[in-house]
């Protein structure tokens, strides 16, 4: 397994990674899911101030083979998009934990914080 | 700018140019505002599988507006259904245009276009642009294909030829028989056959498109055998 994941980062089962800063979590794809999914053609981000639930599809990736939903790994308000991912979708793969990031959350449950996979845990589940 | 979208196109026209390869032209709705370049491409969809998609090359230019065209081989499922099924009048999704396999038009630069089979299909494009704007760029496409009735665009790469001083278009068949009259070189794609083409090396800019099997060749031909730098070659991989 060569997948880079960032031990600083939280991970969610569906392949989102979470960066928590206070109380706003940073949300994108690992580089494993990236490289899964190959070359991305189009992203498209959730409406800022949506409010989304913990596991709910709120983003579209789309490659040139394939689509697949990205979830909210943790409840909260959307308050920041990636323009320029929506512009180039090939950042995702290129910097998938700088650069490529998706959304930020304002968490509004803290407690769902501790739910979330550890790298070593997200490396097990992708190991199987 | 304009966000990108998602839009469903019609064929306005859908052309065999082979046994086996048709090009469709897809029509861009009413105020559709999209900004792309030479040599991308463009992600289709039927409207009944959303979910299986696939990358196809744009066969025409950036100065050809109003519509995307891309030209597709009978092979595997999307390319199958689109050679086989895609007529006027249906309608696909159109991922908008992105890639980085883009002509660099400088002056000095002679781009050396390395195809076989379908992989030509972006070259139409790298060469329709330099013609219409009359550029000085040195433009030279290398084809591979296994006898005279696989040549994707015979017709237009030579009315090119003769419009842009500039431009080359050489073709070698790998599986003529004997007896055929064709006059034109034989055989694969090699190095000799390369530096006959190419005066200065240092301003070579090397492109390979298709499967992968051919671009992976060309990379080694280039970099291996005639000592390039990386720099020097752009890649499309498609499978
Ligand atoms: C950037 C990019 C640009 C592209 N541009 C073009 C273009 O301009 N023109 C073009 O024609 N194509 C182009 N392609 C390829 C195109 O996207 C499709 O992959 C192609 O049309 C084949 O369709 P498919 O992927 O649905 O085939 P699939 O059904 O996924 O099959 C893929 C390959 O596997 C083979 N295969 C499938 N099933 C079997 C089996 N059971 N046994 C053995 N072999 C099998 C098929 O023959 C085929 O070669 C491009 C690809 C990329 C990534």
New interface residues.
Partial sequence: MSANIPNELRYAKSHEWIRIDESVATVGISDHAQAELTELVFVELPEVGREVEQEEACAVVESVKTASDIYAPLSGTIVAVNEPVAENAGLVNDEPYKGGWLFEIKISDPDELSGLLTAEQYLESISG | ?A??K?VEMLIESATMELADTKTIRLKWPEDYDVSFKTGQ?I?LYWPDS??????YSLSSCALDQGYFEVTVKRDGKMGTRIVDWAKEGDSLYV??P?G?FLPVYEPEKHLICIAGGSGVTPFRGFAREATRRGLPTRLTVLYSVRTTRDIIFDTEFRELESQNPHFKFRVTCTRLSEEDPWSGRRGRIDTPWIREQVTDLPNAVFYACGPTALVEGTERLVIDEMGLSRDQIRLEKWG
């Fill in positions: 700018m966000k990108k998602i491409f992600t959303p979910k299986y998609k696939r990358a991922i908008p992105t980085r």
